[in-house]
């Protein structure tokens, strides 16, 4: 008699809208238990996790500060609990506003640093211990890393840092057979991209790539996908800059 397969289980932060919504959707069409994290307002996580039960996947929503330490390690500690344990983390989770260094405030400072890097940081000390041989981390990066725009210097020094985490900590979890990778996606219609910016911006952005279009979130999602699944066992450490080519 053959024995049932575990069903994977996938943590996704910021995963009640945009990027991370898609990135939860695809992987419940993968066949991943999903645990769709948000930090407040439960009504948008609560409305995705009832769309992927009704499509017939198995999901939660888990609220959870990632900034706040003890409330990461209460998430792993709930989605344990009613998934099982954890075989994959994305760590999608963060904040983008464009402001020119010099007249960057402390409080935005510090809540781009404790939501991009301190959050990353929690949930990768967290799997540290508590992610399943064989499973996968995805952390996010950007593309505007790459770019060097004015206005981003404090976004892309949170960036910087999440891929210093990327490279070394895959070889940290050296014997565990984990992968630790992250997407750099380029422009990508969400709201988190296109609050703030006017119709000439938007436009300007959306030629920058030769593909000539801003990315989906489903774009990323599928890289995700890719990832977090089985081709993907043999890298490791790296940084996928999914931007239609635009650096």
Do not use: C
């Not at 706040?68 to 390690?73: K, T």
């Not at 400072?109 to 404790?114: C, E, G, R």
């Not at 959050?119 to 952390?139: D, H, K, Q, S, W």
């Not at 070889?171 to 991209?193: D, M, Q, W, Y």
């Amino acid at each position: 008699m053959n024995t049932p397969r575990h069903t994977q289980v996938a943590i996704v932060t910021g995963a009640s809208r945009g990027i991370g919504a898609a990135v939860a959707q695809r992987l419940a069409r993968d066949g991943f238990a999903v645990a769709v994290n948000y930090a407040s307002g439960s009504t948008q996580a609560d409305a995705l996790v009832a769309e992927l039960v009704a499509a017939g996947g198995k999901a939660i929503a888990v609220q959870a500060d990632v900034a706040n330490a003890d409330e990461v390690r209460r998430m792993f500690d709930t989605v344990e609990a009613q998934l099982g344990r954890v075989d994959v983390l994305v760590n999608n989770a963060g904040v983008l506003k464009t402001v020119p260094l010099a007249e960057h405030s402390d409080a935005l400072y510090d809540q781009t640093f404790d939501i991009n890097v301190r959050g990353t940081f929690n949930t990768l000390r967290e799997a540290a211990t508590r992610l399943n041989e064989g499973g996968r981390i995805v952390n996010f990066s950007s593309t505007t890393l790459a770019l060097n725009m004015p206005g981003y210097a404090i976004y892309n020094a949170t960036k910087a840092a999440v891929e210093a985490f990327t490279h070394v900590f895959a070889k940290e979890l050296r014997g565990r057979n984990v992968t630790v990778n992250a997407v750099a996606p380029g422009p990508i219609a969400t709201s988190l991209f296109l609050d703030g910016k006017t119709e000439e911006q938007i436009q300007a952005f959306a030629k920058m790539p030769p593909l000539q279009r801003l990315g989906q979130p489903e774009d990323i999602a599928s890289v995700v996908s890719f990832l977090a699944g089985p081709d993907a066992g043999w890298v490791n450490g790296q940084i996928l800059r999914a931007n239609g080519g635009v650096a």
